[in-house]
């Protein structure tokens, strides 16, 4: 670590190699706002190509490890003496959760008993004003509340949790041991629930990339069921400013929920991708909505998510920056300037990956 700017916090990041722990690793670098210690299991999910650009920058250093292995992370605490801990590191797709729930549990659940469990044993040993100052700032999702019908009011902080997918189960059960573990031993945790986020660096099995880059390829573009389901929208890096807020100026043990007050229906998303990409590459003959294919639904898919972000406003003055129309527009331009990212992360695994999800739909 770069002794320069001691006056800059260290954080230790989890799936800080991830689609938004990477765009959060790269702001807080490129910002100067943080040293980053980037602890990632680098899953398919997971690629160093992603943090590229921060070169040999000598205040971030990217670590292959589990979040789930204590004595790594006890070395870690140990050797860097962080600020915070900003835990994005998890399995993240509802698809994958529905067909290998497992994994899910062992990363979400146990990973994130033992970082908590590491932690605590870390900062109990802080002392005066490092360990007044010490943050657990827990990544969380707004699918734990469940499903919404078209009229119902959007998700509070306070809305009873009802996850619906092996997915959701788990991060609500990772929610409820970060909180269980600020009313227990009094451990200085954050937790934020957050929509669904696009934009740079996301793993094309998502909605947004997988769209983009079907159409690019004049592939069918699958829609889950009626294509109705509602899901709220919020580009990577407003997202990425909240949890920086959050983890400067939000109230211990509290949670904040974060959103882009922005739902959209997924047919709606996926012929607005198929527009943009017929203005900006064009390809003659080819009418992109054309390869729209209604596909059989996903098993329990949640109608609608809407969150209530008012909260975060209110207290922290955090409201979303990006409009969804420059927000799309900005990540296909991102996914075409970028060939040779969406070539290295579509390797033989993840084709694996699409014939298994897509191959008897
Ligand atoms: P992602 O799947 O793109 O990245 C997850 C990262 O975690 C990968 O780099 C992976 O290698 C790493 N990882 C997985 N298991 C690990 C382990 N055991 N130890 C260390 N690292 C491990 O996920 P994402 O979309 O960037 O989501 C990040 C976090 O934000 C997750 O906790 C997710 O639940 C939450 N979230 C995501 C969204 C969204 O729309 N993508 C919305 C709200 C909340
Ligand atoms: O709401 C926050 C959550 O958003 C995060 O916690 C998750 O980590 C993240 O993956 C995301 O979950 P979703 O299931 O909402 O995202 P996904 O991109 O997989 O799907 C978005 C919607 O599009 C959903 O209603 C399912 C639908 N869909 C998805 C795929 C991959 C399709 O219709 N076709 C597809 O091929």
Redesign the pocket.
Known sequence: MNETHPSIPVYLVTGGAGFIGANFVLRMRQSNQAKIINLDKLTYAGNPQTLASLGDDPDHQLVRGDIGNSELVAHLLDKYQPDAIVNFA?E????RSILNPGEFIQTNVVGTLNLLQTTRAYWERLTGDKKERFRFLHV????VYGSLSPTDPAFREDTPYAPN?P??AS?ASSDHLVRAYFHTYGMPVLTTN????YGPYQFP????P??ILNALQGKP?????D?Q????WLYVTDHCDAIALVLNKGKLGETYNIGGINEKT?IT??QTICEILDKLSPKEGLDRKSLITY?TD?LG??RR?AIDCNKIDRELGWKPKESFETGLEQTVKWYLANPEWVEAVQSGAYQTWINQ??GDR
């Open positions: 998890a993240s797709h509802v698809d969380s999702t707004d699918e997918s997915y959701a991060k957050c929509s669904n986020n099995e998502k909605l947004i997988l769209i573009l699958p829609v889950y069921g294509g389901n509602v899901r709220d997924n998303v996926v596909v996903r898919h949640d998510y999800n897509y």
